[in-house]
């Protein structure tokens, strides 16, 4: 076997809002190494649903990497990049497709430990315990996003058309997905696989099935090394910690629809109407930003990966966001060596399908120095969905339009949402 690769091929998949990259290393036309980088979706593109584009997805990764994969990837829980996992009808039984392949390495962070104890500060594998339940929290999340999810279909009149969708969008992605989940775990306890829970500056288990092939994990950090992922910024409810502890059935649900109203309470005379009518509007508008705050904490947990290649270098960070990055930008004790291989990078691929706050402007995208060059142009790969998430007016939509147009202008980028109808991928090559 050839002792480094002589080529990359990258594959980016049509699912949609969701991520699915398959990352082939060649070294030989006979030997090749395939690492699958998230499967999932959260919105297909018309006349495509989940439980039938997803196998056809499945089995196209299946026919480039010749049925076997080196390693499944998973950045993070949230659907839209763990859902073709699942091995239910929800997505035509992709995931037992994906086990097919018998992956050597299933990689996730390692908030994903099965056996991490609710007070785990890091995987089981090398910790110790805190007395803080950072992972019972997550687990409380997909809680409140399922009664998030109930209450849209209730429709309450409080909710207009656009806070409905977005709700259901974002409570949609941050459900535990669990057939995903339990289909991950299984794999990675297959014989001849190997589970690994990552965190910032730890082994990815990649290593000895990619030689010449280095690999640094990036993010995300443990509660040992920072606590900045658990913690939102002073701007974010602080109501959201508050919801985290015993949320669960049908109080949560109850305590999202913001409580009953008897039939005393049932009618209100006109004085009173205009009150309640903001009280309501209050709700919405409070309810909406408690379920982004759930929405970028799991975000927080994603991993980066930076690849290095015959001299080239390939970021990989799922949808890690700035409380995640800045403990590899700036508070970690390596964090100048991290921001110079940083501005080497080669190819990016967008964080979070194009979110401004998953590309830090000043230490991550100006730090690019490939961004506009002539020759060796740096490569962007995003996979995105316009409108499905976030909102033009209020200046949060994703793809965010002022990091798209730099995209466009300033790197050599390849985009899903510009794939031809007719085409499932993508595919982009990097030689050295």
Known sequence: MAKEPKSVEIRGYQVGFGDCFLVSFIYSDTEKKHLLIDFGTTGLPRSRKPSTHMPVIARSIEKACGGELTAVIATHRHADHI??????????KSGDIIRGLNPKVVLQPWTEDPQAAKNAKKATKDSNRSAKSFVTSLTSMH????SVVELTKTKPAWMGASLHRELQ?????????????????????AKGATAVWAHHGSKSGLERHLPGVKIHVLGPPNLEQTEKIKKMRAKDPDQFWHLLAGFN????????RGGKRGKKNGTLPPDARWFRSRLDRMRGQQLLEIVRSLDDQMNNTSLILLFEVFGKKLLFPGDAQIENWSWALQDSPDHKDTLKL??????????????LN??????????????????????????TMPGKHGSTTKGTEVPR???LAALEKETELSNTSKLPKTEDCYTVLIEP
Do not use: C
């Open 358 to 383: 998953a590309t830090p402007k000043k230490l991550l995208w100006e730090n690019f120095k490939k961004r506009s060059a002539k020759a060796n142009r740096l490569t962007s790969l995003l996979s």
């Open 83 to 92: 859902s073709g996992f699942a091995t239910d009808n929800k997505t035509g």
């Open 342 to 355: 940083l501005s080497e990078v080669d190819v990016y691929k967008v964080g979070h399908h194009g979110s």
């Open 169 to 189: 969008f974002l409570g949609m992605d941050n459900i535990a997905n669990e057939s995903a989940v339990k289909n991950l775990i299984a794999m990675g306890e």
């Open 401 to 403: 339009k002022p990091l």
């Open 249 to 256: 059935g049908r109080s949560s649900l109850q305590s999202v």
């Open 143 to 146: 809680q409140v996003a399922q």
